[in-house]
């Protein structure tokens, strides 16, 4: 059974730094892309980043780019979001997620919420 299990949000200020962990498990972990993604409130899912099994390819938007650094310690199972430069419009709840097998998977998110 996958498991995707989400730690590390919280409140910060704006400027701020956070760093999200992502346990994962009930897979071949190191065999398959992983991403971040987020939900804002009253707003659909916003793609994070995402990175590939080899941590040789690594993709973000714009909104992100310079901030945020998704990597992976494929001996943990573990994805990992460092979050810099955090910024009000960066609230929301954080997910980690994996498509496998034609099947969307995520775990219970981590919020994160940047204000003063």
């Known amino acids: 059974e996958v498991q995707l299990v989400e730690s590390g949000g919280g409140l910060v200020q704006p400027g701020g730094s956070l760093r999200l962990s992502c346990a994962a498990s009930?897979?071949?972990?190191?065999?398959?892309?992983m991403s971040w993604v987020r939900q804002a409130p009253e707003k659909g899912l916003e793609w994070v980043s995402s990175?590939?099994?080899?941590?040789?390819?690594?993709v973000q938007p714009d909104s992100v780019k310079g901030r945020f650094t998704i990597s992976r310690d494929n001996a943990k199972n573990t994805v990992l979001l460092q979050m810099n430069s955090l910024k009000p419009e960066d609230t929301a709840v954080y997910y980690c997620?994996?498509?496998?097998?034609?099947?969307?998977?995520w775990g219970q998110g981590t919020q994160v919420t940047v204000s003063s």
């Open positions: 997620f994996l498509t496998a097998a034609g099947r969307n998977y």
């Open positions: 009930g897979f071949t972990f190191s065999t398959y892309p």
């Open positions: 990175i590939n099994g080899d941590s040789d390819s690594i």
